[in-house]
């Protein structure tokens, strides 16, 4: 018998100023799977992951994540253990200037968690390997690349250890030849098993990298399964119109 999905979002939906930005979105995400969104700009997607993260409190539905249950009255004690679960990595890399790499990484860590700096640098120093900056930890933002600087925020949010991380574009304020620094380091905690769920107009990466696709479009998934079959023969007339601005 399948396990049961690690994240499990039944009928959100959520408004703001009086417009539906998500229409009773039905999403699930297993251990290890890499899912891609996809859709038009203003579509829900990244208010999507924001609810899934708790980041957004939404209006109706439900969501799970293993016995923890959140609903539209607002729980803070519940709110703060789903978001322990989760890390987030936005457009912008949202680094603190003042402050060199490793510092970057061990703060949230060493005030969230209790660490101490020794404590906190045993897991950092690891992390900065991970993503291919071990010989920058003494730098500041100001001396990194931006295809360094997004490999750096997604260290910083595997410092705190999460169970899932969460992408809002990470490659849009990229230079195209920085991206695949990016993705590469999806890739590898891919291959080690990261729940990672990836908002992204980058089809290349979709195509060779994702377990499955979810196509939304006005505030509710339309389609979703893997990449061959959303990309090669979709079957909603709406996805069919979406993906044939990529056919190969």
């Not at 729980?75 to 936005?90: C, E, I, Q, S, T």
């Not at 195209?176 to 291959?191: Q, T």
């Amino acid at each position: 018998m399948a396990a049961a999905p690690l994240l499990v979002a039944q009928g959100l939906t959520k408004t703001f100023h009086g417009q539906q930005v998500l229409k009773g979105v039905d999403f699930s995400a297993s251990a290890g799977e890499l899912i891609v969104i996809v859709g038009r700009s203003g579509c829900g997607k990244s208010t999507l992951l924001r609810c899934l993260n708790g980041l957004e409190t939404f209006d109706a539905g439900s969501l799970r994540f293993g016995d923890l249950v959140l609903d539209e009255r607002r729980d803070d004690r519940k709110l703060r253990a789903v978001r322990a679960n989760f890390g987030m990595v936005f457009q912008s890399f949202n680094l603190f200037p003042h402050l060199d790499l490793l510092s970057n990484l061990v703060i949230a860590p060493m005030i969230v968690k209790g660490m101490t700096r020794a404590q906190a640098e045993a897991v950092a120093l690891p992390l900065l390997e991970k993503v291919g900056l071990a010989g920058h930890a003494r730098h500041y933002p100001s001396q990194m690349s931006g295809g360094q600087q997004q490999r750096a925020a997604i260290a910083r949010a595997l410092a705190m250890s999460p169970k899932v991380m969460l992408y809002d574009e990470p490659t849009s304020a990229l230079d195209p030849w920085l991206v695949d620094e990016v993705f590469d380091v999806m890739r590898k905690l891919d291959a080690e098993g990261m729940t990672q769920i990836v908002v992204t107009h980058e089809t290349r990466f979709a195509r060779e990298v994702a377990r499955e696709i979810v196509f939304m479009e006005e505030g509710r998934v339309v389609e979703k399964g893997p990449p061959a079959e959303l990309f090669g023969s979709p079957k909603d007339p709406r996805t069919v119109k979406y993906m044939s601005r990529f056919a190969a």
